[in-house]
């Protein structure tokens, strides 16, 4: 039997896919070569001055908790949605087959890309992320949901790196904060009462890693305390099986990047208006 998986595995050893499955998240250092990863920054660099938006980034009470209230006005995030809809490179990015061939040792036989998106936090007042979980912003059925951090700058804890809350990916879909206290729509984020961000693991990763994780983690990062912008871009890959019910890019069909998209009874092709 643990022949027989190992014979199926791509890239992944049995190791890291019970670390992954243990734990629910994955450090895949140096997965993008020096050149790989020196095209996606140039190309990056470049959506950003001409595609991406610069915001003060996430709502909610969550702020005034996590930031001074003249920092909270000072800060903000850059962002950008599919990237691989804007430049070459981030098509081959988002098909890279070590990267889709490790996906599909966690969650395949089959894999279908979801979608990207960019958080840079800019020098010093860049954005930290309150405890959420990715689920909360795009709902499917099952946790058979992966999603990947690309590293464009080294991280550690001063310029904002991953954290996570070892193992909650175990407890599945939580009810998330989606109103302020006037009622009026947030972010969604957990309560600040109940989640705390110092009971996380800091994940600091090189240039050119990717730090994977399941879309039931818990997960925050801190602010940009340093003189340089950080720059994270976020994959999302699904099984094709594991259906979307609300949230981000609901009802879109992605890119299959590993195997094939099984037929359901009955199930109708695509439109061609989609
Ligand atoms: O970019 C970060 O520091 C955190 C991003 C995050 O929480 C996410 O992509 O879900």
Same mark, same amino acid.
């Given at each position: 039997m643990a022949e027989a998986a190992l014979a199926q595995r791509n890239v992944l050893t049995e190791q890291q896919v019970d670390?992954?499955?243990q734990h629910g998240y994955l450090h895949l250092p140096g997965l993008f070569s020096t050149d790989e990863i020196a095209r996606m920054a140039n190309e990056l660099d470049w959506q950003i001055d001409t595609w991406a938006g610069k915001s *003060?980034?996430?709502?909610g009470p969550w702020r005034r908790v996590y930031m001074a209230a003249e920092v909270e006005r000072r800060s903000k995030l850059i962002a950008l949605h599919d990237l691989h809809r804007y430049s070459k490179a981030w098509c081959d990015a988002v098909t890279h087959p070590v990267l889709t061939g490790a996906i599909a040792d966690l969650i395949g *036989?089959?894999?279908e890309l979801h979608h990207t998106t960019l958080h840079a936090k800019p020098p010093e007042t860049g954005h930290p992320f309150p405890m959420h979980q990715d689920w909360a912003f795009y709902q499917h059925a099952n946790g058979r949901y992966v999603d990947c951090l690309v590293h464009l700058d080294d991280t550690d804890d001063s310029n904002g790196c991953i954290r996570f809350l070892d193992g909650s990916h175990r407890g599945g879909a939580r009810q998330h904060v989606v109103r302020n206290p006037d009622g009026s729509p947030c972010t969604p984020h957990l309560p600040t009462d109940d989640w705390n961000l110092e009971d996380t693991v800091p994940v600091p990763a090189k240039r050119g890693d990717v730090v994977a994780f399941s879309i039931h983690m818990i997960h925050g990062s801190r602010i940009n305390t340093t003189d340089a912008v /950080? /720059?994270?871009v976020r994959v999302g890959y699904r099984d094709p099986e594991n259906p979307q019910t609300a949230g981000q890019s609901h009802g879109r069909p992605g890119l299959m990047v590993w195997g094939r998209r099984p037929r359901t009874d009955g199930q109708p092709v695509f439109g061609t208006n989609v």
């Open positions: 670390f992954y499955d *003060p980034g996430w709502s *036989p089959n894999v /950080r /720059r994270i």
